[in-house]
């Protein structure tokens, strides 16, 4: 689930976080920390995660990005008034929100209610996020050659 996801209160199923894949990490680390650190029992482990690659109609979209940074929809720690914006967004069945991203300074976001607005997706790599406590490390996955015969 994304930082959307959370804020809206679960009416955004998918998003898409530009063309920087580093808003989309920032975002997916900070509620992948958040989540981990209360399964008490997770002393170590390697999740791995797909990077994809999306072009959708952003026609009927609104667009939270006219709103200033400081906005209360933006507290990075507080979500009651993104919750209620998602609530309303819900209840006259928006289609999707464009807003800044909370984690990474610059980068623009998507929250999209429903996968219909979607024309393509294609999986665009792998990343592996090391859980030692915390998140230790981010890495890109790629493939070994094989050796040749």
């Known amino acids: ?30 509620y992948q920390q958040a989540y981990w650190e209360k399964v008490s029992s997770l002393r170590y482990e390697r999740f791995v995660f797909r990077g994809l690659k999306c072009v959708f109609d952003e026609a009927g979209c609104r667009d939270a990005t006219r709103l200033a940074r400081t906005h209360a929809i933006y507290r990075p720690d507080d979500y009651q008034v993104s919750r209620a914006l998602g609530a309303a967004l819900r209840k006259e069945e928006g289609v999707g929100l464009r807003y800044h991203s909370v984690r990474h300074a610059g980068a623009t976001c998507w929250a999209l209610r429903t996968p219909r607005q979607v024309i393509d997706i294609v999986q665009t790599t792998h990343l592996e996020m090391i859980w030692n406590g915390a998140i230790a490390q981010v890495n890109r996955l790629s493939a070994v050659p094989a050796p040749p015969r």
């Open 1 to 30: 689930m994304d930082a959307w996801a959370c804020r809206l209160a679960s009416w955004a199923i998918t998003s898409k976080h530009g063309y920087r894949a580093n808003a989309a990490i920032s975002e997916v680390k900070y």
